[in-house]
């Protein structure tokens, strides 16, 4: 489908609209080998070979799904054991998206997917701390000494943990469901966590990014989404207190 090339440019993530136009002025931008000049020239990225200093430019477009993964599915994009692949669940999406950190086979919840590698650079970039958070089913009835552990931080394979936010949500008979927000994603980070203060995670569910959260999404299901609900996964800067 044609489009005008400034558009095209900018979808291709190369550069903004404004920044496009500067591109084609400085006659950096050919189609089918002639520089182009004209700014209300367009183009078909699927029929027209487009380059930018002489480097073809992909077209793939950004997308980005947040996916509630069920237990089961792996979060690597092959498997040689065959086993379920969230990938699998992303049913109508012809891009090739890739999870963005991971969530171990067991654990449900909240998975950002995307064929945007800077964004998830950013994201998983310690500097950005992202805060994640879980709900955590545990056994027992974790003490409130041992929470404002988890809060302070605790020694995890040698190395202490950052500060986190922990809250309990419900008691139940034998277990409790428990908040806890991180900004670090180390492998098994939540189980090990509880582990350290003497409790099992009997289940663990991711329901938010940052602001971004599951909200209503059902479990298996995924949305697309938008510029805005990006940017709440970076707004939340605020330092991990604990609330037990
Ligand atoms: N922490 C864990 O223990 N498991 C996950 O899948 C994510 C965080």
Do not use: W
Not at 20 to 43: P, S
Not at 201 to 208: E, F, G, N, Y
Not at 214 to 233: P, Q, Y
Request: hydrophobic content about 40%; aromatic content about 4%.
């Amino acid at each position: 489908m044609e489009e005008r090339l400034q558009k095209i440019l900018a979808k291709a993530g190369i550069a903004s609209r404004r920044q496009a136009e500067q591109l084609i002025r400085a006659g950096r931008i050919q189609i089918n080998d002639q520089v182009v000049v004209e700014m209300g020239c367009r183009a078909d990225p699927g029929r027209d070979r487009i380059t930018c200093d002489g480097k073809p430019i992909v077209f793939e477009e950004k997308i980005y799904v947040l996916l509630n993964k069920p237990a089961g599915y792996v979060t690597t994009l092959a498997d040689p054991q065959g086993r379920p692949m969230v990938s699998d669940l992303l049913t109508g999406i012809t891009e090739r998206l890739f999870p963005v950190g991971r969530l171990d086979l067991d654990t449900e919840g909240a998975l950002l997917m995307t064929n945007d590698g800077n964004l998830a650079n950013r994201i998983l970039h310690p500097r950005f701390e992202v805060n994640k958070t879980y709900e955590a089913l545990v056994s027992g009835f974790p003490a409130k000494e041992k929470l404002a552990l988890l809060a302070q931080g605790i020694m995890v394979d040698g190395i202490k943990t950052q500060p986190a936010r922990v809250r309990v949500l419900q008691r139940h008979a034998g277990a409790s469901l428990i908040e806890i927000t991180i900004h670090e994603g180390k492998k098994r980070q939540v189980r090990k966590m509880f582990q350290a203060i003497g409790h099992r995670v009997l289940h663990l569910k991711r329901t938010a990014y940052g602001r971004l959260s599951l909200g209503s999404l059902a479990l298996g299901k995924f949305r697309v989404l938008s510029a805005d609900e990006l940017k709440k996964i970076f707004s939340t800067k605020s330092p991990l207190q604990s609330k037990t």
